[in-house]
C-alpha cells in the first residue's frame, strides 16, 4: 500500500515550459486534491475532483489544468510556466465527506527560471 | 476574507510543557470538518486531530487536544507534555461545502520550536 504518490521530487523550468506534475493513490479515495505551498502562506487548494471525470477549481486554479480519467491517478498540468509558480506541489487523497481527513502525497518542489 | 486565520507565526515552548495553538475560522455553513496537521522539516504532512461542526465534545488523540468554541469559531490545538520531535510547522484546516463538493482551506501555519 504505497499510500499517495508522487513524481517527480524535484524539477527545474524554464520559463515558458509546460510540465505535468503525477499523482497517484491506491486507496480508492474518490476524493483527490493539487495544493501549492508558499512560505507564509500555508497550502492553497489550486484544483480538485470528486471522481473521474469530475473536476472543480480551487482557490488559485489559473495557469494550471487538471482532468481526471481513472480514480487512482490525478495529473496537474502547467501550460506555460511562469516564476510566479515556483512553489511545493502536494497531491492529497481522501474520502468524499467532510469528516475525512487528507493523505498527502511527498510533494514536489517546482523551480520557474 | 480568511477562512483560517493562525495568528502565531512561531512560538517557543520548554520540553515537557504544554503549548496552545490559536486558530480562528470563517464560515456560514452549518456543517463543517476541523483538522490540525503537523509539517516537520522533511516535508511530509501528518494528520493529527480532527473535530466535527457538530461534536459536542473536544477531541483529544494522545497528547492532542482540541479545544472547541463554535460560538467564537475557534479550534485550537493544545500538545501537552511537549517534546523534541514536536517542532514543527502546525497547519489549521477546515472543510467545507455540499455533498461532495467540498473544499479545505489552510491557515498560514504556526512554526512550533521545542526547547530542551
Known amino acids: 500500500n504505497a499510500g499517495v504518490t508522487q513524481t517527480p521530487k524535484f524539477q527545474v523550468l524554464k520559463t515558458g515550459q509546460s510540465m505535468t506534475l503525477q499523482c497517484a493513490q491506491d486507496?480508492?479515495?474518490?476524493?483527490m486534491s493539487w495544493y501549492r505551498q508558499d512560505p507564509g502562506m500555508g497550502l492553497r487548494l489550486i484544483h480538485y475532483?470528486?471522481?473521474?471525470?469530475?473536476?472543480d477549481q480551487g482557490e488559485v486554479p489559473n495557469g494550471y489544468n487538471v482532468s481526471r480519467s481513472t480514480t487512482e491517478d490525478f495529473p496537474l498540468r502547467l501550460l506555460s510556466a511562469a516564476p510566479s509558480q515556483t512553489s511545493v506541489y502536494f497531491c492529497?487523497?481522501?474520502?468524499?465527506?467532510?469528516?475525512?481527513?487528507?493523505?498527502f502525497g511527498p510533494g514536489t518542489r517546482l523551480t520557474v527560471l | 476574507a480568511q477562512k483560517i486565520t493562525q495568528t502565531q507565526p512561531g512560538m517557543f515552548v520548554q520540553e515537557k510543557e504544554a503549548v496552545t495553538l490559536d486558530c480562528t475560522y470563517d464560515t456560514s455553513d452549518q456543517s463543517y470538518g476541523l483538522f490540525w496537521y503537523k509539517q516537520p522539516s522533511s516535508g511530509e504532512m501528518i494528520f493529527l486531530i480532527y473535530q466535527g461542526s457538530y461534536d459536542e465534545q473536544n477531541a483529544t488523540e494522545g497528547r492532542y487536544s482540541l479545544n472547541f468554541q463554535k460560538a467564537r469559531k475557534s479550534a485550537n490545538l493544545v500538545i501537552s507534555a511537549s517534546q523534541l520531535g514536536d517542532s514543527a510547522m502546525y497547519f489549521c484546516?477546515?472543510?467545507?461545502?455540499?455533498?461532495?463538493?467540498?473544499?479545505?482551506?489552510f491557515g498560514s501555519g504556526t512554526k512550533l520550536n521545542v526547547k530542551p
Open positions: 492529497a487523497s481522501s474520502r468524499t465527506t467532510q469528516a475525512d481527513t487528507q493523505y
Open positions: 486507496m480508492n479515495h474518490e476524493y
Open positions: 475532483s470528486v471522481g473521474a471525470g469530475i473536476t
Open positions: 484546516a477546515m472543510r467545507e461545502g455540499v455533498y461532495n463538493f467540498n473544499k479545505f482551506y
